[in-house]
């Protein structure tokens, strides 16, 4: 559509400028049509006659009659003469003041060849004098100096010779003057007294100390020998197992964990989003059994799509359902149908958890029996908040599932 469009304002251009070429051609030949059909303007003639709209006559010959039969003959055109006027005398000539001549400007100087000069010699560039290496390092050669006596204590004995007393002068007040005096001797000091050599303290001599003559040299005493040891018994046999708690949410599967693993509870409500994973290590020393179990906690939706990758690898169960809501009691079959699709037939244990809230129980111990006889597990009730049953049911599981 585009191209079409493009295309017929193409056309619509070349028309309207066509139109336009023509319109102008028209007004053009319309205007000289006009002035061609207008009648010649009459002007005055040169020699002061009005014009008659026709060629003067001047120069014209008559024309010759025309013979019938045929065209006319037009006259034959002779150019007119025209009479110039006569020219006034020319006044006679006078003296044409002629200018000065020019000076004659000197000849440009021809430039002359000069001598030829050598160009002038660059001083050679400053180089610096090779460095000579520098001698090699010789200690300075130390002279004993002769002992110097040590100084003594004298008096003290100017250098400067004593001025002579000048008596041929006077003082301000017309006296003579005294005569100099000579320095100030200083107190003689004594020397000091020599101070008596000390002599380092020679230690005494040990007392000797005669050296025993050898005698018969006697054997070691053999070493004692070690205790019997006592009889090792059975060693620990270690396993590492995944057991997973389900059921639905609400129904205290996170607290009973939280109790088991680390022996808390809290009775605030926080919904497990997916899984979590703890870990508890059992021992049963009777058997030599080191158990660390795996704790899967998931989450109380059947229609979770992971549900089938949270079961997988699962060595044991927990059904969880709380004894206040009897319909948690009802839904535990369609978890176990779920549970057993994935894993088939492994230890369960079947708990009906808060039964420490007994105002509020809705099914006991009976009702938990029965479906736990259906699917060859045990029954339990527990308390996550008393911690009745907690540790025993872990403790059941993890025995069944190393039997």
Same mark, same amino acid.
Not at 97 to 123: E, G, K, S, W
Not at 364 to 371: I, N, Q, R, V, Y
């Given at each position: 559509?585009?191209?079409?469009?493009?295309?017929?304002?193409?056309?619509?251009?070349?028309?309207?400028?066509?139109?336009?070429?023509?319109?102008?051609?028209?007004?053009?030949?319309?205007?000289?049509?006009?002035?061609?059909?207008?009648?010649?303007?009459?002007?005055?003639? =040169?020699?002061?006659?009005?014009?008659?709209?026709?060629?003067?006559?001047?120069?014209?010959?008559?024309?010759?009659?025309?013979?019938?039969?045929?065209?006319?003959?037009?006259?034959?055109?002779?150019?007119?003469?025209?009479?110039?006027?006569?020219?006034?005398?020319?006044?006679?000539?006078?003296?044409?003041?002629?200018?000065?001549?020019?000076?004659?400007?000197?000849?440009?100087?021809?430039?002359?060849?000069?001598?030829?000069?050598?160009?002038?010699?660059?001083?050679?560039?400053?180089?610096?004098?090779?460095?000579?290496?520098? !001698?090699?390092? /010789?200690?300075?050669?130390?002279?004993? /100096?002769?002992?110097?006596?040590?100084?003594?204590?004298?008096?003290?004995?100017?250098?400067?010779?004593?001025?002579?007393?000048?008596?041929?002068?006077?003082?301000?007040?017309?006296?003579?003057?005294?005569a100099a005096q000579p320095y100030p001797q200083p107190p003689a000091t004594p020397a000091?007294?020599?101070? =008596?050599?000390?002599?380092?303290?020679?230690?005494? =001599?040990?007392?000797?100390?005669?050296?025993?003559?050898?005698?018969?040299?006697?054997?070691? =005493?053999?070493? !004692?020998?070690?205790?019997?040891?006592?009889?090792?018994?059975?060693?620990?046999?270690?396993?590492?197992?995944?057991?997973?708690?389900?059921?639905?949410?609400?129904?205290?599967?996170?607290?009973?964990i939280r109790k088991f693993v680390y022996d808390m509870f809290d009775d605030k409500y926080?919904?497990?989003?997916?899984?979590?994973?703890?870990?508890?290590?059992?021992?049963?020393?009777?058997?030599?059994?080191?158990?660390?179990?795996?704790?899967?906690?998931?989450?109380? /939706?059947?229609?979770?799509?992971?549900?089938?990758?949270?079961?997988?690898?699962?060595?044991?169960?927990?059904?969880?359902?709380?004894?206040?809501?009897?319909?948690?009691?009802?839904?535990?079959?369609?978890?176990?149908?779920?549970?057993?699709?994935?894993?088939?037939?492994?230890?369960?244990?079947?708990?009906?958890?808060?039964?420490?809230?007994?105002?509020?129980?809705?099914?006991?111990?009976?009702?938990?029996?029965?479906?736990?006889?259906?699917?060859?597990?045990?029954?339990?009730?527990?308390? !996550?908040?008393?911690?009745?049953?907690?540790?025993?049911?872990?403790?059941?599981?993890?025995?069944?599932?190393?039997?």
């Amino acid at each position: 559509m585009a191209f079409l469009d493009n295309t017929v304002l193409y056309y619509a251009l070349i028309a309207i400028i066509l139109v336009v070429v023509m319109v102008v051609v028209a007004y053009v030949i319309m205007r000289r049509s006009k002035a061609s059909a207008q009648p010649p303007v009459q002007q005055d003639s =040169p020699w002061g006659q009005p014009s008659t709209g026709t060629l003067p006559s001047v120069g014209t010959q008559p024309a010759p009659a025309a013979q019938p039969g045929q065209p006319p003959v037009q006259p034959a055109y002779v150019p007119p003469t025209v009479e110039r006027p006569a020219q006034a005398p020319m006044p006679p000539s006078q003296p044409v003041a002629q200018a000065p001549p020019a000076p004659a400007r000197p000849a440009p100087a021809t430039p002359q060849a000069q001598a030829y000069q050598p160009p002038a010699q660059q001083p050679p560039a400053y180089q610096p004098p090779a460095q000579q290496p520098p !001698a090699p390092y /010789q200690p300075p050669v130390m002279r004993p /100096q002769p002992a110097q006596p040590a100084p003594q204590n004298e008096a003290f004995t100017p250098s400067m010779p004593q001025p002579a007393p000048d008596t041929s002068r006077t003082s301000y007040f017309g006296q003579p003057a005294a005569a100099a005096q000579p320095y100030p001797q200083p107190p003689a000091t004594p020397a000091p007294a020599p101070r =008596p050599a000390v002599q380092a303290a020679t230690p005494a =001599p040990a007392p000797y100390t005669p050296v025993p003559a050898p005698g018969p040299v006697m054997p070691a =005493p053999a070493p !004692a020998m070690p205790a019997p040891a006592a009889p090792a018994g059975p060693e620990m046999r270690h396993f590492t197992k995944k057991i997973i708690l389900i059921g639905d949410g609400g129904v205290g599967k996170t607290t009973l964990i939280r109790k088991f693993v680390y022996d808390m509870f809290d009775d605030k409500y926080i919904a497990t989003i997916g899984t979590k994973v703890s870990k508890k290590k059992v021992q049963f020393p009777e058997t030599q059994l080191d158990v660390n179990l795996m704790v899967w906690d998931v989450q109380g /939706q059947r229609n979770d799509p992971l549900l089938t990758r949270y079961f997988a690898g699962a060595e044991g169960a927990l059904f969880v359902c709380d004894v206040t809501r009897f319909q948690t009691f009802e839904n535990l079959p369609e978890w176990i149908n779920d549970f057993e699709a994935v894993c088939g037939k492994v230890p369960m244990i079947i708990l009906g958890n808060k039964s420490d809230l007994i105002d509020n129980t809705q099914f006991g111990e009976s009702e938990l029996g029965a479906l736990a006889a259906r699917y060859n597990a045990k029954a339990f009730l527990t308390s !996550a908040k008393t911690g009745a049953n907690v540790e025993s049911s872990f403790k059941d599981i993890a025995r069944a599932i190393t039997k």
